[in-house]
Structure formats: C-alpha cells, structure tokens
C-alpha cells in the first residue's frame, strides 16, 4: 500500500494536534497527589495565591507567550498619500491552576491557553 505525500503530511499534522491537546491536561494531572513543597520545587513559587473556600489555596501561574511580531505595513491612501500601520506584537497569556487541601496537597487543576 503506497501512502500519497499529502496524506502523509496530513497524518503528521493530526497526531501532532492531538499530542497538543492533550499534553497540558497530562501535565497538569500528573501533579495530582504531589505536594505543594514538590510543585514549587519544580516551578518556583506561583504569581499569586488564592483561597479555594475550602481551607485550602488555589496556585496560580501564568506566563505570556510571545508569537512574534507582525510586521508594520505601508500602504497608499485613497488621495495618493502614504500611510503606515505599526508593528503589531502577537501572543497570549497561559494560566495554570493548582488546588492544594490544607494538608498541601495537589487534588486538583485547571489550566487556560496553551
């Protein structure tokens, strides 16, 4: 069985979204059952810390992920003069949430953009 180049391709762009998609979800819920002393171990401590309303706290990461910049563009105007858009600056926030019981362990996680 002969396998086209584009199906191939296609192939390789599926796996890889799925693998995407699933990781932080895998990250995040191999914290499960650590300790909150293990995760800051690992990460350093969180940006900001929030009470879960159930005697325990609520760690919370975020970081900003930098796309790259678009390019400024030059354009003519519709009376023949020139004008320009700035460079634009792309990218987006990530968010990871952990839930830590009062005995400092992890039970639960949540998590925003990729």
């Keep these: ?8 391709v296609f192939f390789l762009i599926f796996i ?13 819920q191999s914290w499960v059952g650590s300790t909150k002393a293990q995760l800051y171990q690992s990460w350093g401590p969180p940006q900001s ?17 930098n796309l790259g910049q678009q390019p400024g563009k030059v354009y003519n105007n519709y009376d023949g003069s020139v004008g320009y858009t700035a460079p634009q600056q792309q990218g987006y926030t990530r ?16 998590w925003q953009g990729y």
Excluded: A, H
Aim: hydrophobic share 30%; glycine share 10%.
């Design 1 to 8: 069985m002969k396998i086209s180049f584009k199906s191939y």
């Design 16 to 28: 890889t979204t799925l693998t995407k998609c699933s990781s932080p979800s895998k990250l995040m």
């Design 49 to 65: 810390v929030t009470d879960d309303g159930q005697g325990g706290e609520i760690l919370i990461y975020g970081s900003y992920v």
């Design 95 to 110: 968010t990871r949430m952990f839930y830590v019981n009062k005995s400092g362990v992890i039970y639960n996680w949540r």
